[in-house]
């Protein structure tokens, strides 16, 4: 007989020196996916602004959209582990 691997879940993976690097990137990629949504936001909004002279609509339009596509990137991210 042979035994079938128990099964992991994502969460509970380490790395074989008992570290919890995973985890870590995980989190790590979340806040970078943050940050650059909301940095391409800002800085489009910026442009619109300069180019159209629509200050500050523009900025304000570029914060949301780029709150709602971190949003929207890192819900997907955490499904995978559920």
Not at 9 to 17: I, N
Not at 28 to 53: F, N, P, Q, R, Y
Request: aromatic letters at 4%; one cysteine or more; hydrophobic letters at 50%.
């Amino acid at each position: 007989m042979s035994a079938s691997p128990e099964p992991t879940s994502p969460a509970s993976k380490e790395s074989p020196d008992g570290s919890p690097l995973p985890g870590v990137a995980a989190f790590a990629v979340m806040g970078t996916t943050i940050a650059s949504c909301l940095a391409v936001g800002v800085v489009l909004g910026l442009w619109v602004d300069h180019e159209l002279g629509s200050a500050p609509a523009g900025l304000l339009i570029g914060i949301v959209l780029g709150t709602v596509a971190a949003v929207v990137s890192v819900v997907k991210q955490v499904r995978r582990f559920l």
